[in-house]
């Protein structure tokens, strides 16, 4: 049974650029969530998805946008990169309800140069 | 709004002995808390967690933790470090119900020695 898959796993891109994420959630998982893991920073939710809408939003601007497809496989899409935005972008995928754990991939490393 | 701080960067402790990282919390309403471990170069691993029921708990790899209502605190311990337990660890905190949005401290370096 495959965990969470996350692809590419290193990235570089320039400034203005536009970048796509993807992932693959665990297997019998429905509900995806996106983070931005800044250097010795913990985790900032970006947002999550389910039944392929936005369930829920950070603090993130309009740049960061996602999608999730009829299989639950799910893209996180950063437009107009910033140098800001270099960091590692984890993916993790649940079972919906209140509490259920978090199955997180091992992440896409952006470097914005 | 809700928060999590990690009040040490880094924690050492010797192969063999008692280990503790702390956690405390800020959230309105009941709480819902996490402990995740990250490796290098890996993503988050749940330990455990808190949702209701009784104040310790136990999680994965012989970790337990122990919620502390009064001093919003949910400190991370095992009685017996190993040495492969030196990661980063991170507590979570969301609020039971509504938003599901989760607030993570910035993480704690175990390290544990021989």
């Known amino acids: 049974d495959a965990g969470v898959t996350q692809s590419p796993t290193h990235l570089i891109k320039t400034r203005g650029q536009q970048v796509t994420l993807r992932c693959s959630p665990k297997?019998?998982?429905?509900?995806v969530s996106w983070y931005q893991q800044a250097l010795g920073q913990g985790p900032q939710f970006i947002f999550q998805?389910?039944?392929?809408?936005?369930?829920q939003r950070g603090n993130f601007p309009d740049r960061f946008s996602g999608h999730q497809f009829p299989n639950y496989s799910s893209e996180l899409n950063v437009n107009a990169l910033l140098l800001g935005d270099s960091a590692l972008y984890l993916c993790?995928?649940?079972?919906?309800?209140?509490?259920?754990?978090?199955?997180f991939g091992a992440g896409t490393r952006l470097s914005v140069l | 709004a809700q928060s999590v701080a990690q009040p040490e960067d880094q924690v050492n402790v010797a192969e063999g002995n008692p280990l503790t990282v702390k956690c405390t919390y800020s959230v309105s309403g009941n709480p819902y808390l996490f402990w995740y471990v990250q490796y290098p170069n890996r993503g988050l691993q749940f330990l455990l967690k808190y949702i209701t029921g009784d104040n310790l708990v136990k999680g994965s790899y012989g970790f337990e933790a122990e919620f502390n209502k009064s001093q919003t605190s949910f400190h991370l311990k095992k009685p017996s470090a190993l040495v492969s337990d030196s990661a980063l660890y991170f507590c979570a905190v969301r609020r039971s119900g509504g938003s599901y949005i989760p607030t993570f401290g910035r993480g704690t370096s175990l390290i544990v020695h021989p």
């Open positions: 297997s019998g998982h429905d509900t």
């Open positions: 998805y389910y039944e392929e809408e936005e369930r």
């Open positions: 993790a995928s649940s079972l919906a309800g209140s509490g259920n754990i978090q199955y």
